[in-house]
């Protein structure tokens, strides 16, 4: 049992490796010998158990998601669907920042010249796997509750919760490009005025949407403080 223990580990040790190397040297690093050498493993283990490093790549992201999915369950759900928009926002943020290059694989960014890349067949978009949708269902989850709370006009949540995605993963590309330097606070300047606009263009009233924001802030600093 013990080695058969060992044995179900082997993928998740890969895994754990190549998101190491991402983050500490970014996607071309990322080889089957660095994996197997930083799992402490036979590169042979790499091609048995993944196929390649395409695929271990795209457990690598779904990793990602997994790990995004959790830090969203663990927003509390509150009476106000736009402050716990807004907290899911700031913690997708964080995850962001803590690991760039995990980041830009989840969201297709990394340059992958050196990767094999899938065959057709094999083809899994990171938007299409099972955990992506795990943890997008808890944004969407977020934007019925928004939808049934009367403070927007009745639209399809899946749409809005589109709509928020792509304004939400555009700042975090910009920011982590460094696109707001300039800025003191770029959160506070540029993405908690950004989601009031995107609020009310929804058909929330301004100084709700502002005091929701501001309360989603609050709510996503509680969440950091009792980690």
Same mark, same amino acid.
């Given at each position: 049992?013990?080695? #058969?223990?060992?044995?179900?580990?082997?993928?998740?040790?890969?895994?754990?490796?190549?998101?190491?190397?991402?983050?500490?040297?970014?996607?071309?690093?990322? $080889?089957?010998? =660095?994996?197997?050498?930083?799992?402490?493993?036979? =590169?042979?283990?790499?091609?048995?158990?993944?196929?390649?490093?395409?695929?271990?790549?795209?457990?690598?992201?779904?990793?990602?998601? $997994?790990?995004?999915?959790?830090?969203?369950?663990?927003?509390?759900?509150?009476?106000?669907?736009?402050?716990?928009?807004?907290?899911?926002?700031? =913690?997708?943020?964080?995850?962001?920042?803590?690991?760039?290059?995990?980041?830009?694989?989840?969201?297709?960014?990394? @340059?992958?010249? =050196?990767?094999?890349?899938?065959?057709?067949?094999?083809?899994?978009?990171?938007?299409?796997?099972?955990?992506?949708?795990?943890?997008?269902?808890?944004?969407?989850?977020?934007?019925?509750?928004?939808?049934?709370?009367?403070?927007?006009?009745?639209?399809?949540?899946?749409?809005?919760?589109?709509?928020?995605?792509?304004?939400?993963?555009?700042?975090? @590309?910009?920011?982590?490009?460094?696109?707001?330097?300039?800025?003191?606070?770029?959160?506070?300047?540029?993405?908690?005025?950004?989601?009031?606009?995107?609020?009310?263009?929804?058909?929330? $009233?301004?100084? #709700?949407?502002?005091?929701?924001?501001?309360?989603?802030? #609050?709510?996503?600093?509680?969440?950091?403080?009792?980690?």
């Amino acid at each position: 049992m013990a080695g #058969r223990a060992r044995l179900d580990d082997v993928p998740e040790r890969l895994v754990r490796a190549a998101i190491g190397l991402l983050a500490e040297q970014g996607p071309s690093a990322v $080889k089957a010998r =660095t994996v197997a050498s930083a799992s402490r493993l036979s =590169t042979m283990v790499v091609y048995s158990h993944f196929g390649g490093i395409p695929e271990l790549m795209s457990a690598v992201a779904d990793h990602g998601f $997994k790990e995004l999915g959790r830090a969203f369950a663990r927003v509390p759900v509150t009476e106000d669907p736009i402050a716990d928009l807004f907290a899911m926002a700031l =913690t997708c943020r964080r995850l962001a920042r803590e690991n760039p290059h995990l980041y830009d694989l989840m969201f297709g960014l990394s @340059t992958r010249a =050196t990767y094999r890349p899938l065959s057709d067949a094999d083809l899994r978009l990171s938007g299409h796997s099972p955990a992506f949708r795990e943890a997008h269902a808890h944004v969407t989850a977020a934007c019925e509750r928004l939808v049934h709370s009367g403070r927007v006009e009745r639209q399809e949540p899946e749409v809005i919760a589109a709509q928020l995605w792509s304004l939400v993963h555009g700042y975090i @590309t910009l920011e982590l490009a460094e696109h707001f330097v300039e800025f003191d606070d770029a959160v506070v300047q540029v993405l908690l005025p950004m989601g009031v606009n995107f609020s009310v263009g929804l058909g929330d $009233k301004r100084e #709700r949407a502002e005091a929701s924001h501001e309360a989603g802030a #609050r709510l996503y600093d509680s969440i950091v403080q009792g980690q």
